[in-house]
């Protein structure tokens, strides 16, 4: 079955970085485009960033571009999500999702608190 594990979450200071990751297994990873989404407290999920099967194409939100980079390994079944410049409005559940034959899949989630 599908699974979506995301790790690297913790609590970082304004300005600060952190890696995201999410171990993908139970589908052909390499032929997939993976997501990831936030969920801030009270707010409804937003899309963060998106990457293409092989990495060539990538999407973000206008609140992230320029401080995040999504990308993926395809010999590890895993994307990541770098994060730079972080801000208190970055404070969220983060979440990488997969649509496979037409169903939304997705992890767990790791929580990201930016704060002094």
């Known amino acids: 079955q599908v699974q979506l594990v995301e790790s690297g979450g913790g609590l970082v200071q304004p300005g600060g970085s952190l890696r995201l990751s999410c171990a993908a297994s139970?589908?052909?990873?390499?032929?997939?485009?993976m997501s990831w989404y936030r969920q801030a407290p009270g707010k409804e999920r937003e899309l963060v960033a998106a990457?293409?099967?092989?990495?060539?194409?990538?999407n973000y939100a206008d609140s992230v571009k320029g401080r995040f980079t999504i990308s993926r390994d395809n010999a590890k079944n895993t994307v990541y999500l770098q994060m730079n410049s972080l801000k208190p409005e970055d404070t969220a559940v983060y979440y990488c999702?997969?649509?496979?034959?037409?169903?939304?899949?997705w992890g767990k989630g790791t929580l990201v608190t930016v704060s002094s």
């Open positions: 999702k997969v649509r496979f034959n037409g169903v939304d899949y």
């Open positions: 990457i293409t099967s092989a990495g060539g194409i990538t």
């Open positions: 139970g589908f052909i990873f390499s032929r997939y485009i």
